[in-house]
C-alpha cells in the first residue's frame, strides 16, 4: 500500500488577509490616480474651451479645487453630464463679492450663470444642463464673458441662476470684460453632483450570474 501524502492547508495568520487587503487597496490608489473624484488645478487653467484644463479620469468628479491667480484671471474646466436629473455644481462663497461661476458648452455657448452667494454656494441647480461636454468657469466678482456680440449675460442682476440674457446671448464666449480687484491669490472649490470625468463612457451592466452560466455551458 502506497503511502499518503495528503496536502496540509494552513490558514494564514490572524490579520495577514486584512493586511493584504490594506496593501492591495493602498497600491490601487497610488497606481490609479486617474479613479480620483477630486481635481486640483494645475498651473494656470485657462480661460476659454480651447485652453482651459480637462481633468484626466473615469466616471464621477465631485469636486474642483483652484485659485485665481491675478485680477483678470478665469478658469475653465471640462467635465460631462450623463443624467441631468442629479447635476449641479456649486462654487463655495461666503459674500457676494466672492468669485462667480459659468457653465459654457464646449462650443462656448453660454449655459448658465449665477452671481448669488446663498446657503455658502453660488449654484447652478439640477434642470439647467443637459447631457453633454461642457466646462465651468470661475472668475473674481464682476468680471464678464463676452463674445462679439457684447457679454453673454446681464451684468450683477443678482437674481440667481440664469440662462443668457445679454446682448451678445446668440454667439459663443470669445472673451472676458470687466475691470476688477482680487487681495491676492483666491483659492475656491466647486462641489459637483452628477458630473463626470471628460471621454467617461457610461460602463454596461454588468452579467448576472445566470446570463454567464449559460455562455459557459
Same mark, same amino acid.
Given at each position: 500500500?502506497?503511502?499518503?501524502?495528503?496536502?496540509?492547508?494552513?490558514?494564514?495568520?490572524?490579520?495577514?488577509?486584512?493586511?493584504?487587503?490594506?496593501?492591495?487597496?493602498?497600491?490601487?490608489?497610488?497606481?490609479?490616480?486617474?479613479?480620483?473624484?477630486?481635481?486640483?488645478?494645475?498651473?494656470?487653467?485657462?480661460?476659454?474651451?480651447?485652453?482651459?484644463?480637462?481633468?484626466?479620469?473615469?466616471?464621477?468628479?465631485?469636486?474642483?479645487?483652484?485659485?485665481?491667480?491675478?485680477?483678470?484671471?478665469?478658469?475653465?474646466?471640462?467635465?460631462?453630464?450623463?443624467?441631468?436629473?442629479?447635476?449641479?455644481?456649486?462654487?463655495?462663497?461666503?459674500?457676494?463679492?466672492?468669485?462667480?461661476?459659468?457653465?459654457?458648452?464646449?462650443?462656448?455657448?453660454?449655459? !448658465?450663470? &449665477?452671481?448669488?452667494?446663498?446657503? $455658502? @454656494?453660488?449654484?447652478?441647480? %439640477? =434642470?439647467? +444642463?443637459?447631457?453633454?461636454?461642457?466646462?465651468?468657469?470661475?472668475?473674481?466678482?464682476?468680471?464678464?464673458?463676452?463674445?462679439?456680440?457684447?457679454?453673454?449675460?446681464?451684468?450683477?442682476?443678482?437674481?440667481?441662476?440664469?440662462?443668457?440674457?445679454?446682448?451678445? !446671448?446668440? &454667439?459663443?464666449?470669445?472673451?472676458? $470684460? @470687466?475691470?476688477?480687484?482680487? %487681495? =491676492?491669490? +483666491?483659492?475656491?472649490?466647486?462641489?459637483?453632483?452628477?458630473?463626470?470625468?471628460?471621454?467617461?463612457?457610461?460602463?454596461?451592466?454588468?452579467?448576472?450570474?445566470?446570463?454567464?452560466?449559460?455562455?459557459?455551458?
Amino acid at each position: 500500500m502506497m503511502p499518503r501524502h495528503d496536502t496540509i492547508l494552513r490558514r494564514p495568520p490572524a490579520g495577514a488577509t486584512t493586511l493584504a487587503i490594506a496593501l492591495l487597496l493602498a497600491f490601487v490608489a497610488m497606481t490609479t490616480p486617474a479613479l480620483s473624484q477630486v481635481w486640483n488645478e494645475s498651473g494656470d487653467a485657462g480661460e476659454f474651451p480651447w485652453t482651459g484644463q480637462t481633468p484626466p479620469g473615469l466616471y464621477a468628479l465631485n469636486q474642483i479645487n483652484g485659485s485665481l491667480q491675478f485680477d483678470s484671471d478665469v478658469d475653465l474646466y471640462c467635465f460631462e453630464v450623463l443624467n441631468p436629473a442629479l447635476f449641479s455644481a456649486s462654487l463655495q462663497c461666503m459674500v457676494a463679492a466672492d468669485p462667480n461661476i459659468w457653465i459654457f458648452h464646449f462650443t462656448g455657448q453660454g449655459i !448658465a450663470h &449665477n452671481d448669488v452667494c446663498a446657503f $455658502s @454656494g453660488k449654484t447652478i441647480p %439640477p =434642470g439647467i +444642463v443637459g447631457v453633454g461636454t461642457y466646462y465651468v468657469a470661475v472668475a473674481p466678482f464682476g468680471r464678464q464673458a463676452a463674445s462679439i456680440g457684447g457679454d453673454i449675460w446681464q451684468n450683477a442682476l443678482f437674481t440667481g441662476p440664469r440662462l443668457p440674457d445679454g446682448p451678445g !446671448a446668440a &454667439n459663443n464666449l470669445s472673451s472676458w $470684460s @470687466g475691470a476688477v480687484g482680487i %487681495p =491676492g491669490v +483666491v483659492p475656491y472649490t466647486i462641489n459637483f453632483t452628477g458630473a463626470s470625468y471628460c471621454g467617461t463612457v457610461v460602463p454596461e451592466e454588468g452579467q448576472s450570474w445566470g446570463g454567464l452560466k449559460a455562455i459557459y455551458r
